[in-house]
C-alpha cells in the first residue's frame, strides 16, 4: 500500500535554531517527492520538488534531501523565524496512470521567540 | 496563492442542501483539483481535470460532483449525499496534469 509517514508530529523550537523533518514513504512506482508549507487556514505552497536523481534541493533556508533507496526525505530548515510557524507536508507521487499524489499528514512546526 | 481563487472563504449549510464552491485560476493551466483537508489527516483527491470538458473521479468522489466548461473554472458541488461534509477543501491547478501544483486560498465547510 502507497503511505507517506512524516515525523514527528508536531516541533517546538526557538527562534534561530535549525530543524529537520522526516519523511518516510512506501510509493512505488515512484516519481517525484515534493515538500509543502501550509499556513494555518491557508493553501499549500511549494517549496521543493525532487526527482529519483535528485539527491538534494534548496529554497532559501530550506533544503531537502532524497534518498530513494531507503525512501526516506527530509527537509532541513536553518536559522527558523516566526514565519516558519507551519505545517509542511511531504507528498510522493506515483508513476502511474491518472493522479497519484500520495499526501502525508504534516508536521506543526511552532517557532517561539 | 498566486492565481487561483477560491470563494467563498467561509460557508455554511443546512443538512440536506447542495452547495458549489468556486474555483477560478488565470494561469492558463490545464490540470485542475479539489482536495480534502480534515483535522490530523493528510489532502484526499476528490476529483480533477487533465483537460477542459474531461473529469475524473479521486479517491473520495462519492457525493461529490464537478464540471470543467471552461479551463479557468472548476467548481465543486457538494450534495445531499455527502455524509460528512465538513472540511476545508482546496483546488489547486498545474501547468500540465501531475505538474507542480498551485494551491488556492481554501473554502471552510461547515454543515450546520
Redesign the interface.
Known amino acids: 500500500k502507497n503511505q507517506?509517514e512524516q515525523s514527528p508530529q508536531s516541533l517546538i523550537i526557538l527562534e534561530g535554531k535549525n530543524c529537520t523533518l522526516q519523511c518516510n514513504y512506501t510509493v512505488s512506482p515512484f516519481?517525484n517527492l515534493?515538500w509543502?508549507k501550509q499556513d494555518t487556514?491557508?493553501?499549500?505552497?511549494?517549496l521543493t520538488?525532487m526527482t529519483f536523481s535528485e539527491n538534494t534541493k534548496s529554497n532559501g533556508r530550506y533544503t531537502a534531501t532524497l534518498d530513494a533507496d531507503t525512501k526516506q526525505s527530509s527537509l532541513h530548515i536553518t536559522a527558523s523565524q516566526l514565519s516558519d510557524s507551519a505545517s509542511y507536508?511531504c507528498v510522493v507521487?506515483a508513476q502511474q496512470a491518472?493522479?497519484a499524489?500520495?499526501?502525508?499528514?504534516?508536521t506543526t512546526l511552532s517557532v517561539s521567540s | 496563492d498566486g492565481g487561483i481563487t477560491q470563494s467563498p472563504k467561509y460557508l455554511f449549510r443546512k443538512e440536506g442542501q447542495n452547495v458549489t464552491l468556486s474555483c477560478e485560476q488565470n494561469l492558463n493551466h490545464d490540470a485542475m483539483y479539489w482536495y480534502r483537508q480534515d483535522p490530523g489527516q493528510g489532502l484526499r483527491l476528490i476529483y480533477y481535470s487533465q483537460i477542459v470538458n474531461d473529469f475524473q473521479k479521486g479517491d473520495i468522489a462519492e457525493g461529490y460532483s464537478v464540471s470543467r466548461e471552461k479551463k479557468e473554472s472548476f467548481p465543486l458541488t457538494v450534495t445531499s449525499a455527502q455524509k460528512n461534509p465538513t472540511a476545508f477543501y482546496l483546488c489547486a491547478s498545474s501547468i500540465v496534469f501531475d505538474g507542480k501544483q498551485f494551491f488556492g486560498p481554501g473554502t471552510r465547510l461547515t454543515v450546520l
Open positions: 507517506v516519481s515534493r509543502y487556514g491557508r493553501g499549500p505552497v511549494s520538488i507536508i507521487s491518472g493522479t499524489l500520495i499526501f502525508g499528514k504534516g
